[in-house]
């Protein structure tokens, strides 16, 4: 149990559909990340939030975007949905500052894309 | 981002010691060597870190080669609840203010016998 919470737990859409995923961070985390992990692979970094701005993106199309509000939740939205956009979408929150602050993980998002 | 090459697979027994290896021979002198593990239909959790000396922590130990192009992640008592697949991954702190991002490889697989 990390104290992240992901919602929802799966969803399915079909190509061409937009998709919005949720997360709560941790308390006093005020940085996230979010991840996707194709089946059988590690997950692949896709950006990174920090005071409501993304600071760091991964190698993803634009069609790809978030949010982050000041309460430090996040939003991941995902436009004209691709089949190869299933996968699990995770999301890591930690804080800022100090030597190193561990990454703490949600349990993710399933998504299928018919 | 400098690569980490791990073994595809691993197996060994309850209540025995597991050597979990790691070369990244390309690790540059401000990389630090992160291991986290994913359970099954779980995030990704934090295990240990370290930078040049070996480490310790009530998961586990991170002993690191002299000329850090290799280290090995050891459990010291195996049970059943560590069969994960493990990251070895590296991550340079610097890189973007208050970064947090992390290249995931394939991973090992760990499975654990009773």
């Known amino acids: 149990e990390t104290g992240v919470t992901q919602s929802p737990t799966h969803l399915i859409k079909t190509r061409g559909q937009q998709v919005t995923l949720r997360c709560s961070s941790q308390s006093g985390h005020n940085t996230v990340s979010w991840y996707q992990q194709a089946l059988g692979q590690g997950p692949q970094f896709i950006f990174q939030y920090y005071r409501e701005e993304e600071n760091g993106r991964g190698n993803f199309p634009p069609r790809f975007s978030g949010l982050q509000f000041p309460n430090y939740s996040s939003e991941l939205n995902v436009n004209a949905l691709e089949l190869d956009d299933s996968a699990l979408y995770l999301c890591a929150s930690r804080r800022s500052g100090g030597s190193y602050n561990e990454q703490f993980f949600g349990p993710g998002t399933r998504l299928t894309v018919l | 981002d400098a690569k980490t090459t791990q073994p595809n697979s691993m197996e060994s027994n309850e209540e025995e010691p597991v050597h979990l290896p790691c070369n990244h021979s390309t690790i540059s002198g401000t990389d630090y060597i992160h291991w986290y593990r994913q359970l099954p239909s779980q995030g990704p959790e934090y295990v240990i870190h370290?930078?040049?000396s070996n480490v310790n922590n009530r998961m586990a130990s991170l002993a690191i080669a002299e000329d850090r192009k290799s280290s090995t992640l050891i459990l010291h008592r195996a049970t059943l609840r560590d069969a994960a697949v493990y990251y070895c991954i590296l991550r340079d702190p610097g890189v973007i203010q208050g970064a947090q991002k992390l290249v995931f490889g394939q991973g090992t697989r760990l499975t654990i016998n009773p």
């Open positions: 370290g930078l040049t």
